[in-house]
T-cell receptor, first 112, second 109 residues
Framework: IAGITQAPTSQILAAGRRMTLRCTQDMRHNAMYWYRQDLGLGLRLIHY???????GKGEVPDGYSVSRANTDDFPLTLASAVPSQTSVYFCASSPEGTGEQFFGPGTRLTVL | GQNIDQPTEMTATEGAIVQINCTYQTSGFNGLFWYQQHAGEAPTFLSY????GLEEKGRFSSFLSRSKGYSYLLLKELQMKDSASYLCAVRDGDYKLSFGAGTTVTVRA
């Protein structure tokens, strides 16, 4: 793989179900981020990780959790999905100190 | 927190120039980014300003005034492929980005 990948590409999920969105990068970037993008609201930060083993909350963390066991992977989990979590989810990574973020292709999630 | 404003939509003719303004109010500032996002795709990096002034990169230029909390992205010699959303983002001291809602630019023949 080259760059940053996300899986699945799209998913339809029943409300109340648990779902994990996967994100993997092979650029050895220290920092990784999860955003959701909704029409008219732009990209909003859900959770972030500045380095493996650490995570932090962004602007809209409620209902989501993350883990960062290693440098490459940064999964996002919805413990019990609700319809308001219907969105396009982007994972991003950034080399330490530069701030420029590289985005994955996104996951389109629909919660019914 | 961050408050970032940019126009929702702009339309221009192929070959013309368009300027997208971005104003921000922040609790911490450590640089301003512009990203381009085509419909259904991921955002891609366009430009970065941390000091006042103009940064030029081919047909795209970006300007920053930190004292005014103001930036603009200038797109010259517009091409049809420039039809996209343009996202203004401010970086805080923890290297987190806060994004504006984006400006959709439509280029007409």
């Amino acid at each position: 793989i080259a760059g940053i990948t996300q899986a699945p590409t799209s998913q339809i999920l029943a409300a109340g179900r648990r779902m994990t969105l996967r994100c993997t990068q092979d650029m050895r970037h220290n920092a990784m981020y999860w955003y959701r993008q909704d029409l008219g609201l732009g990209l909003r930060l859900i959770h972030y990780s500045n380095t493996a083993g650490t995570t932090g909350k962004g602007e809209v963390p409620d209902g989501y959790s993350v883990s960062r066991a290693n440098t490459d992977d940064f999964p996002l989990t919805l413990a019990s999905a609700v319809p308001s979590q219907t969105s396009v989810y982007f994972c991003a990574s950034s080399p330490e100190g530069t701030g420029e973020q590289f985005f994955g292709p996104g996951t389109r999630l629909t919660v019914l | 927190g961050q408050n970032i404003d940019q126009p929702t939509e702009m339309t221009a003719t192929e070959g013309a120039i368009v300027q997208i303004n971005c104003t921000y109010q922040t609790s911490g500032f450590n640089g301003l980014f512009w990203y381009q996002q085509h419909a259904g795709e991921a955002p891609t990096f366009l430009s970065y300003n941390v000091l006042d002034g103009l940064e030029e990169k081919g047909r795209f230029s970006s300007f920053l005034s930190r004292s005014k909390g103001y930036s603009y992205l200038l797109l010259k010699e517009l091409q049809m492929k420039d039809s996209a959303s343009y996202l203004c983002a401010v970086r805080d001291g923890d290297y987190k980005l806060s994004f504006g809602a984006g400006t959709t630019v439509t280029v007409r023949a």
